[in-house]
Antibody, heavy 116, light 110 residues
């Protein structure tokens, strides 16, 4: 059974940092693009970043470029999102997903709240 | 980049068919057959309903179908059921190697 489990969210002050993790199981992690998608409270879905199966390509939405870093460890079947210089508008549930445009499996999400 | 354009809401009666549009540009929807559709119930995780414009993942009802013409993709739900009431999002690959979502459409089953 495919499972994606996010962790690492929490309450952080503006300008702070967090490292989000996504533990994958039930499939050959190293064969898939992976992505992060977020959803602010009461708002729609927003793609944040994705990473190629071997980690050689990474892409970001303009609003997080230079502040967020996506990475993966295929030996540990894990996906990461380092989020720095957080802003109030980054407050959202962050989902990891298998795939790039077509994400067939999603985690339950981890909530990041940026507030003073 | 601006989000893909979807109607904020659509509605239909049980048994009817409805179509949700998703309008992009020549740099995304029109250029690639990489449009997906997601269904999301309040407080729940999104579910992939359509990939690559018109492919239905295993387990998705054949009442759901996708198509594309020019820079507009469409999701059609036939034989509308109460359980179809949810938010629907389109998503497309772009020429910048990024991904764009639509703003979402709330489907109400009357």
């Amino acid at each position: 059974e495919v499972q994606l489990v996010e962790s690492g969210g929490g309450l952080v002050q503006p300008g702070g940092s967090l490292r989000l993790s996504c533990a994958a199981s039930g499939f050959t992690f190293s064969r898939y693009w992976m992505s992060w998608v977020r959803q602010a409270p009461g708002k729609g879905l927003e793609w944040v970043a994705n990473i190629k199966d071997d980690g050689s390509e990474k892409h970001y939405v303009d609003s997080v470029e230079g502040r967020f870093t996506i990475s993966r460890d295929n030996a540990k079947n894990s996906l990461y999102l380092q989020v720095n210089s957080l802003r109030v508008e980054d407050t959202a549930v962050y989902y990891c997903g298998r795939g790039s445009v077509a994400r067939d499996y999603w985690g339950q999400g981890t909530l990041v709240t940026v507030s003073s | 980049q601006s989000a893909l354009t979807q109607p904020a809401s659509v509605s239909g009666s049980p048994g009817q068919s409805i179509t949700i549009s998703c309008t992009g540009t020549s740099s995304d929807v029109a250029r690639y057959n990489l449009v997906s559709w997601y269904q999301q119930y309040p407080g729940k995780v999104p579910k992939l309903m359509i990939s690559e414009v018109s492919k239905r993942p295993s387990g998705v009802s054949n009442r759901f179908s996708g198509s594309k013409s020019g820079n507009t993709a469409s999701l059609t739900i036939s034989g509308l059921q109460a359980e179809d009431e949810a938010d629907y999002y389109c998503c497309s690959y772009t020429s910048s190697s990024t991904v764009l979502f639509g703003g979402g459409t709330k489907l109400t089953v009357l």
